[in-house]
């Protein structure tokens, strides 16, 4: 689905889950993959660095997993439940701009092996991230 809240128009893909904190998450088996929001890439606007988590590291749900760094802001990617990382998108070390231009695809940012997979299910769904984003929009 495309909306727009705020002035920002987006795409939000009905089979993703999401966080409040902008990061969405598609499940592939026993990993997901993390990536951000188009809202929140066009939020921070060009995207020119990337901080990624090291593989094999263990985050906790909510400890920032990977940096974004933008010519306006820096931006923080959060592990959206506990879990081992298995594999970081090294292709942003060099193009970066693949989070402005492909958030849902070549712009992903990590997967991730979750220790507790009943965290997903606490995870929001494209409607209810919609919703989410219109309450901090205060729309």
Not at 7 to 17: C, M, T
């Amino acid at each position: 689905m495309e909306v727009e809240v705020g002035g920002i128009r987006f795409k939000v893909p009905e089979d993703l889950r999401y966080t409040e904190s902008d990061e969405w998450i598609r499940i592939e088996g026993d990993t997901i993959v993390i990536g951000i929001t188009d809202y929140a890439q066009k939020k921070l606007k060009d995207v020119v660095g990337v901080e990624l988590p090291e593989v094999g590291k263990v985050y906790s749900r909510g400890e920032v997993l990977a940096v974004l760094e933008s010519i306006k802001a820096t931006g923080e990617v959060y592990a959206p439940v506990d879990g081992e990382v298995v594999e970081a998108n090294e292709r942003l070390l060099d193009e970066p701009e693949l989070v402005n231009t492909d958030p849902y695809g070549e712009g992903w940012i990590a997967k991730l092996k979750p220790s507790n997979p009943s965290q997903l299910e606490g995870l929001l769904d494209a409607q209810g991230y919609v919703e989410s984003v219109k309450r901090r929009e205060g729309s």
